[in-house]
Every structure is written in structure tokens, then in C-alpha cells.
């Protein structure tokens, strides 16, 4: 294989002093499940580790990117909201310069437009000194712009305090994932697309051992070392493979309208309102797009379908799935009146406005026009909570990326680094 495509250092001791080649032994070195940003981002990473490594990458979709990391808002996070210190704040600095660096590589469009973060009365406005406060400390450059900066720089919102993070972009993520397929696919990665994955065994050897995948379209696979990287059917795939989780993956609709043309230059940064803690989501934000459009949303509402982003999607198996769960209704008691709030703005565009006329005014029923959504897969715990960190299961050999919550796409390349550091410390 050819490991300069990447043109990124290999750090530390190369995997490829603990693995057998595929040319030995009759198999890869590893597989790989899910064909999102996290799954190749993954895959890149054991080629920087190990330039010579033989990998295959299973799908069960025709594509990369037909997920989450297809159906997101498309912003580059700069990684304001998490607590100082933690994982995810580091993993979204990090993964925010390397986004860049990315696209920069590739010629792939993307803008560091600015994100603001609009307190609309006295309440909202203390918990803005909180966001600031926390970006200093996860060094995330920041700049109070206050009511007179907000009108100055948007004038068609309104709020009574307001912080710009300037370094927050845009981008369209499913480039990025294209660009990652091509790159992994030159220097010699095997993709398998339609590949759903039925079973899992890990078998232990005199030889090491292996372990033995097998796909709906009856296809049979075996490597020293397996990564599930499975989103929404994370859960699922670390059951097959017979791992005892303490979660179930849950799917949120995201729904979002579109601006219409002439509408299209309402805002020139991401327009987001402070978090509210009572809240499990981030809120409606307003959000201009890579290509021109400018979109309105998400609201988070309940999904009757893992993977059916048009309206009125169901399938029984995934309402059975999560119906028969116990931290499902458990969760459901613990956010009564925030599920009520979110169902209620989703079949009333009426309340779907009302969220958005709280700092922009002069938005009507008229300007929610294009309906599209997106699905996260929110890990609930079986007390009804919510994992809101990344969650990694681990064998002897295998790792399921159990969580990987927003932002995900934003990290995921540092995410990717992060998991194969976790196989090297398993087999050292």
C-alpha cells in the first residue's frame, strides 16, 4: 500500500510489529464496519499506524455517508458548549484545525462564517457568561459582541447579549466522506457496499485467533482485529457480536426547514440561542449552508425508524426495539415537557416559528419553507439517561463505538486516531 496519499506522520510503534499480513495468514488485519466519517476516519488512521495493513471496510448501505454523516446541519464546531477538560472538548478543538487541514488538502469548499450565540433575556444571559467562561478555559477563541455587536453584525436578529466564536465553519460533511473513500480506496483499502452484517463471532487460536463476520448477501470475512463504527445501529451490531451493553441506540428526528431563495441571505453566521439545561438538544438555529441555502432547525423529535429520514417513516422492528425497552420509558418519564414542547413545534409550524421569532422577529410562516431532517442516534442508558460522551466497548478483539455523539463529524478524525490508540494499548 501506498501510506503517502495521507501525508501524515506514523507515530510510535507501527501495529504492524503485533499483526500478521493477509498474504500470511488468509485474512485481514482488520475490519472495519461503517462506511460514516467515523468508520473511514478509523480506517485512515490504522494506515497512518500501519502503512502496509490490509483492510476492508464493510457497508451495508450502496454508499458512503448515507447516515448521520450524510444528514447533519454541515457545521465544523469549534467546541463551545463542552465542559473544560473533557473529551469531547478536546476531540472538538482538535477535530475542528484537522476538518480544516482536510479540506484545505483536498480542495473541498467549506467557510469559517462564525457561529453566534444569541441570549435573548436576563436567564439565557447568565448561562452566556457560563458558555464564555468554559470556551477560555477549552482555549476556543471567543468574543462578547453584546446587543449593539449583534445588531451591527445581524441585523435581522435580536437578542439582549450575544458571543461569536469565529472559528466555527461550514462544510458539506458527505464531500469529506467521498474524499476519505477515494483516498483509503488508492491506497489500497477493500470497500464492500451492501454488506449488511448478521453475525459476529470471536474465535481464539494458537495462531491468535480472528474474528469471523459474516453479511446478509452471504459473504464471509475474518480478521485479527474488527472496529464497529455502526451509528444508529451501533447497538445492535455489539449485540450480534454477543457484547453485554447497558444501552439501546434511540432515534431522534431532526427536522429542518429551508429559507426560501430570496431569503437566502437573512443571516451571515450560524445563529444559535444559549442552551437551555432543561433541554436535552441544542435548540433551533439558524444556519447558512455550503451551498448558498440557509436552513432553520433542528427541533428533536421522536423517530418511528432508524434510517427513514422522509416524513412519516416507520418500521416496526425499530418502534419495537425501543417500545420494549425499560430505559425508553424511563427516559420518556424524565422529559415529559420538553418531548411535549418538541412534538408539539413538529406538527405545528406555528410553534416551530415561535422558537425562531425569539431572536429572529421578522421570520413568518411563509419563510419555513423545504422540509428535510436529519436522525441522531442517542444512546439511552437502561435508567433512562442519556450518554452524552463517546462510549467505546471492548473485547479482546474488537472495539464498538457504542456512542458518538454530536460533534461527531466535527472529531472525527481525531476520534479515529483516538480508537486505534485504544487497539494498540490492547495489544501491547
Known sequence: MNASVFALPVTEKSLDQVTLRKGQCGM????????????????????????????TVLEKAADVATGQSGHNSGVIHAGIYYASGSLKAELCRQGRIETVEFCERYGIPYSLVGKIIVATDQTSKARLDDLQRRSIENRIVVKRIGAGGLAELEPNVQGVDALLSPTTGIVDYRRITSAMRDELEAAGVTLRFNAEVTSIVEEQGIDGGAVRVRTADGGEWAARRLVACAGLQADRIARIAGIPIDFRIVPFRGEYFELPTERHDFVRHLIYPVPDPSMPFLGVHISPTIDSRVTVGPNAVLGWAREGYPRGSVRPSDVLDFATYGGFWRMVANNVHPAVIEMKNSLLKSGYLQECRKYAPTLTLNDLGTRSAGIRAQAVRRDGTFIEDFQLESTARQIHVGNAPSPAATSSIPIGRMIVQRLLDALN
Not at 31 to 54: N, W
Open 28 to 55: 485481514d488485519d482488520y475490519l472495519v464496519i461503517g462506511a460514516g466519517l467515523v468508520g473511514l476516519a478509523t480506517a485512515r488512521a490504522i494506515l497512518e499506524r500501519v502503512p502496509d495493513a490490509h483492510i
